[in-house]
């Protein structure tokens, strides 16, 4: 076998007190896919951070083909031909393409900045990742797929030996995913090391030729190609088979408790839906990238208005022509994007979980801390929030940790109707399963859960009904007896518009 590009040896890192590695130690070699995994707070992030010279390890050594190294800066990682593409975006959104790619190793001519070499060979990495957009586009303005696989273009343009990868697909459509799975492979043939860390346990096992498993900051476990496979990884994980990954049992159902009728977005003006939700269950709403899924669900909760139809809520006809007049309606919504739209991330857990309470948690016009605090104290035991205490900055918090902020800030407010935007994506295997926990708790408090997930196993293990839509149009419905992918992928498709019209 061939020496190590890169080995990291009993690597420890401390934060105020906690230790977040505990000696863990993993080599990567040159034409492999090294998969590390983990639970949210697993460690794997601050080592990665440490391999890329972003951070420094309190103890433990790094050793660059053969020879031990002091990695203190990124400029010296990149030096030795480490790359780390960051699970947060690290661009500067008021420059345009080309200049991110280039940021901080900007090619002169004659003294001034080589502004034809970069949008050339800009041009390059972007063909590279299937990115079509110009180099002088301004990146700010594309949308979070964009701007992952610009990220990812500015680390190829190093020509990088060791490349990490913090989950590079999380925000990425299934095509885009596709092109970059196809890139690693590429890479991966002419001699690169790949370190790819991804809660996509389906994404691991078809790609990886080893995987490296950290559990509570420490080693777990390894896998060679051959021992792959989701239970193993899992095993490992969690420290425990999970026997039953998704928990839903079927609630018995009430009245309605959302009723829509002629809605249209103005994502798909030229489209109606029609639907209802009952009291006590979970309705998946699944479709294609581009379907409308995510229009939907802003429609209802006022953050985009719908251009006509109707709403009742428990029989009510309401107006949603802002968040706050759903609010108002008993609606409550788990945006997709938790960091930019469900979070102030430099606020505690505190601020963050009382924020849509905020009106009932006042006294004379003054906000009650007293109140605040209690409701923390509430929470953060009932949603299993890991967090260093009430005043902890949420953007310190795991992803998964964050995401049940963000639904906690919800429970407080008590509403009938939840719908959620994809819960799950780029949270752990644990985080999910509390998520789940999560939805089936509010299901059978007696609310409506109307949930959007790109992963199909998930929608088949969580719903009572699933919703799809083609297009902006409800392509058809169905039961949970009738449930399978086929039957899914056949509405998202429109493959066949005589079982959607015969399913709704």
């Known amino acids: 076998m061939a020496s190590p590009l890169l080995e990291a040896r009993q690597i420890s890192k401390s934060f105020a007190g906690v230790r977040a590695l505990k000696g863990v130690s ?3 070699y040159p034409g492999e896919v090294l998969a590390v995994v983990g639970e949210n707070g697993a460690g794997k992030s601050t080592l990665m951070k440490i391999l890329a010279g972003v951070q420094r390890p309190d103890s433990g050594e790094l050793v660059v083909d053969g020879a031990v190294r002091t990695i203190g800066s990124v400029q010296e990682a990149l030096r030795f031909g480490i790359a780390l593409i960051h699970q947060e975006l690290n661009l500067a959104e008021t420059l345009d393409v080309g200049a991110n790619i280039f940021l901080g190793r900007e090619p002169h001519r004659c003294g001034w900045v080589d502004a034809v070499r970069i ?9 590279r990742v299937g990115l079509s957009v110009e180099p ?10 964009q701007q992952q696989l610009v990220e990812i273009a500015k680390a190829l343009s190093v020509n990088a030996r060791v490349l990490i990868m913090d989950e590079p697909t999380s925000s990425l459509s299934d095509h885009e995913a596709k092109v970059l799975l196809r890139l690693i492979r590429e890479l991966r043939s002419k001699g690169t090391g790949i370190v790819y860390i991804s809660h996509r346990l389906g994404e691991v096992q078809g790609l990886a030729d080893r995987v490296e498993v950290l559990r509570d900051g420490d080693n777990a476990g390894r896998l060679l190609r051959e021992e792959i496979s989701h239970g193993a990884m899992v095993q490992l994980m969690v420290g425990r088979a999970l026997a039953q990954f998704y928990p839903h049992e079927p609630h018995e159902t009430g009245e309605v408790v959302l ?16 639907f209802q939700l009952r009291a006590g269950e979970i309705v998946g709403l699944a479709g294609l990238v581009g379907a409308g899924r995510s229009e939907l669900l802003d429609a209802l909760f006022g953050v985009v208005p719908a251009l006509q139809g109707t709403v009742r809520v428990s029989g009510e006809l309401v107006e949603l022509r802002s968040p706050r007049m759903a609010m108002d309606a008993g609606i409550a919504l788990v945006p997709e994007d938790r960091k930019h739209q469900g979070l102030f991330l430099e606020m505690g857990v505190r601020e963050n979980l009382s924020i849509a309470s905020l009106h009932r948690e006042q006294t004379g016009g003054f906000l009650n801390r007293a109140k605040e605090r209690a409701l923390c104290e509430e929470m953060m035991p009932a949603l299993r929030i890991k967090a260093a205490g009430v005043e902890q900055p949420v953007q310190f918090l795991s992803g998964g940790n964050q995401q049940k902020v963000v639904i906690g800030k919800w429970l407080a407010t008590r509403p009938g109707v939840f719908l959620l935007d994809e819960p799950t994506r780029g949270v752990d295997i644990g985080a999910k399963q509390e998520i789940y926990r999560l939805m089936e708790e509010l299901a059978a408090n007696g609310a409506a859960v109307l949930f959007v997930s790109s992963d199909l196993e998930e929608i088949l293990g969580m719903s009572d009904r699933v919703l799809v839509l083609h297009e902006g149009r409800l392509s058809g419905e169905l039961l949970r007896k009738d ?12 493959a066949h518009t005589e079982v959607a019209a015969s399913s709704i």
């Open 26 to 28: 993993l080599s990567v």
């Open 119 to 127: 949008e050339t060979e800009a041009r390059i990495v972007l063909e």
């Open 136 to 145: 002088g586009a301004l990146v700010g303005d594309l949308t979070i797929g």
């Open 259 to 274: 009723d829509v009728v002629g809605l249209r977005t103005r994502a798909n003006p030229g489209k109606v839906v029609d």
């Open 483 to 494: 449930l399978s992918e086929e039957a899914v992928m056949r509405l998202a498709t429109a």
